[in-house]
């Protein structure tokens, strides 16, 4: 039984998504609350604009369009602020991406420690962050994009292929398997990312592209944290069954 372990990656995981919140509140949040203007801003004119043609068809029409705009704009109410859930996803995403790693060097018999912790930390980031950006770079609010439901497969296939591959050229020796390693990586973005239609958007495209490095900062520094809290737990605490 690897109970300590397990508790251990939690932990650790835990560690890295409590830190994660407040550098996402240090270096997203105003960025994305910035682009919730150009939003609220293009959401208003939108309204304004359609209220204004549903006056000039039939005065009936009016009143039905300001309960619907009021709708859009209240959205659903969160549970816990934008902090509470913030800090909750970033809990469960920590802990989530800790029991991969953990399980990745146990299934491929490699030991997390605090001197290479760092290494595996870094090859999270390249595999869930880094590579699928370079086609699918993180979004602000009232940015166009394409079918959530595509994008999110996309997102998926990348991951594994760039898992695939990083395991290849990593922990492979033959010259066959780092070459094939280098195709799976770069095949997803030669196939092409899905985008949207209309590329229209609000939001300056400076703003969304400062957002997209400080998303890849943040992203760093939690793998960076979540690598070197896992060597230390394991090292510390988890050792021992490792051996046994």
Aim: hydrophobic letters at 55%.
């Amino acid at each position: 039984m690897l109970v300590k372990y397990l508790l251990a990656t939690i932990v650790a995981g835990l560690f890295a998504g409590i830190l994660l919140t407040p550098a996402m509140y240090v270096r997203n949040v105003p960025l994305i609350l910035h682009a919730e203007e150009y939003e609220n801003a293009g959401a208003a004119e939108h309204s304004h604009d359609a209220a204004a043609a549903t006056a000039t068809t039939t005065a009936e029409s009016a009143p039905a369009v300001a309960p619907h705009v009021h709708d859009e704009e209240a959205g659903p109410e969160l549970p816990f602020g934008r902090l509470g859930n913030t800090l909750l996803i970033n809990l469960v995403a920590g802990a989530g991406f800790a029991l991969i790693t953990g399980a990745a060097a146990l299934f491929f018999g490699r030991k997390i420690t605090l001197q290479n912790g760092i290494y595996w930390g870094l090859a999270g980031f390249f595999i869930f962050n880094f590579a699928p950006s370079f086609s699918l770079a993180p979004e602000l609010p009232a940015m166009p994009a394409a079918d959530l439901a595509t994008r999110q497969a996309w997102w998926l296939i990348t991951v594994v292929l760039t898992a695939a591959g990083v395991y290849l050229i990593v922990l492979r020796e033959e010259i066959w398997a780092k070459a094939l390693g280098v195709v799976l990586i770069v095949a997803p973005h030669i196939y092409g990312a899905p985008e949207a239609e209309d590329l229209t958007s609000a939001v300056p495209p400076t703003l969304a592209s400062e957002f997209a490095v400080s998303t890849l900062a943040t992203n760093l520094f939690f793998w960076v944290v979540l690598g070197t809290a896992l060597g230390w737990a394991i090292q510390h605490y988890a050792a021992s069954e490792l051996e046994g």
